[in-house]
């Protein structure tokens, strides 16, 4: 496969500090450390520019909208994706994190423990609960129709409305302590939990109780693609796991320093290391692709629901493609 870069565009900052989320037709990035930045995902040509605060700790599009949580100041904001308006702003207690939208609902709280959880009104930003004490979740995710958290052995599926308890599990163990992934949903009927130990239990709405599905090396990233759970375990390289009974279905390695998000790509991964290398892995036991964004010294990689590709530098983003060497789209 050959890869091609399309546009890219100077961030002037870190590539690892910057948060960026990929809409249908437009890319919201932060960069120069304190600007919010849409971009047409066709050419990256600037849609808007607007001031946004330090380091986001969370950013959501959800249909015109995109919801941003800065590290400073503590405000909640609310922007017109079509035109980076400000629709509304709310106060935040200092170390907000967790940031999902479920339907009509923004749920913010809970990281690490340091503040409420709450549920907020997407139309004006208006509280529609809260809790009245600190709450301690791991991160956040929306499924089922409602908004999954969970600490300790305890998962709960609450509704956004009014965070009444739509369902509850508890884990046989721990939920591992971790920023990451806390939850890889397997569709609308089951979900994994990362607990502690690198045990992996699946849990669902309307099923039996959680079931272990397995305990495995220690591992930094895991997703859910072409069937089977994913897991990125340094330099043991990747494992993917048969979903039902924690059996292992394919395994690839890695010879070089890989990027910190692997994306789904034609039926398993694509990969990217340090140095630009591209690389396809999964169930497929054949020679992997291989291709290269030379100059690039890759931070992150991110993929559209479409097929669209994005990567991240240190300073830069971009979006690039990739052909067979026929020409044609793998």
Known sequence: MIATVLWR????????????????DCVVLHE??????????ADGAVRWDVPMGTWL???????DRVLVLPQTPDLLSCLDLRTGALLWSVPTPRWTGNLVVCADTVVIGGWRGYTPMAGLDLADGRVRWATPSRVESVTTLVWAGGVLTGSGREVSLLDPTDRSVLARWQLPEPLAESDGTAFVPLGEERVVAVCEGGSLVTFGVGSEGPARLGSYDSFGRIGYAAGAVWMFRGG???????PADGTPVWSAGTG??????????????????ANGGLRSVGPDS???????????RLDALAAAGDGGLFFVTRGTFGSFSLTSEAGSRP
């Open 9 to 24: 565009r100077d961030l002037y900052q870190r590539g690892r500090g910057s948060a960026f989320a990929v809409g249908p």
């Open 32 to 41: 120069r450390r304190t600007r919010l930045v849409c971009l047409e995902r």
């Open 286 to 296: 054949g020679p992997a692709e291989r291709c290269s964004l030379r100059g690039q």
């Open 236 to 242: 043991k390289g990747f494992l993917g796991v048969d």
């Open 57 to 63: 700790r969370g950013m959501v599009l959800t249909g």
């Open 256 to 273: 070089r320093h890989v990027v910190a998000d692997p994306v789904p790509y034609s039926g398993g991964l694509l990969v990217g290391d």
